[in-house]
């Protein structure tokens, strides 16, 4: 089965990362403007893959159009799949999520995929990654909200700069170079975290199953 979620996600990443890149840019004078429809088309597939693995580019990212900049955040978000040296949060995780997600609304008890069911201490997991690491990214930000102000107040440019780091993709809108020696530091710290920081929570969490004694009584709690 995880070979299956693997290859399904990548699949699907790569496809939707190619479609929505080459889509957007390719009314761009900036960056598809000079190319030939070939080279459009291997310029939209490549950024589309690239973003979720390793520092290459075809084009100047600083020029692509926010929302194709900001679909990259999303992709180096997720990044590579478990077993990988990639960063992110890894394919599995994003894929468990989602099917969380659509066993809750379709009322089910069970998380399945492929006639499998996906136990529940892996969704918890899933769930504490993604959360974890959606919190160093926005912090991440956060802090170079501070320390680059006023000299860098694109907060696209900023969210893409930490978002890269946590990935350890290494892409950057033209902002690396300028950044202070405290955003520096940051950015160095956000990629350890990246780097070592998901996989440790998970080998951590999967090495404290410590079954209860007792346990308190559900009660009710509204949601939304």
Known sequence: MHTKIVLITSGFLCL????????IELFNSRTFGMLSWKEKIWAGYFQGVVT???????????????ASQFFMIFLMFIGASSGSTGGGIKTTTFTVLL????????????????????????????LAVMTISMGVVLTATFLLTITEYPEHNDFLALLFEATSAFGTVGMSMNLTAG??????????????????????????????SVKQKYRYPEDKLLIG
């Open 99 to 126: 099917l969380s997600i659509i066993a809750t609304v379709k009322g089910s008890t069970d998380v399945q995929f492929w006639k499998k069911r996906i136990p529940q201490e892996i969704v918890f997991r899933a």
């Open 179 to 208: 950044l202070s020696d405290a955003g520096k530091c940051i950015i160095i710290i956000t990629m350890f975290i990246g780097r070592l920081g998901p996989l440790t929570l998970a080998l951590a969490l999967a090495q404290k």
């Open 52 to 66: 979720r693995t390793a520092r290459f580019n075809s084009i100047d990212i600083g020029a692509m159009l926010p």
């Open 16 to 23: 939707a990362g190619f479609l929505i890149v080459f889509m």
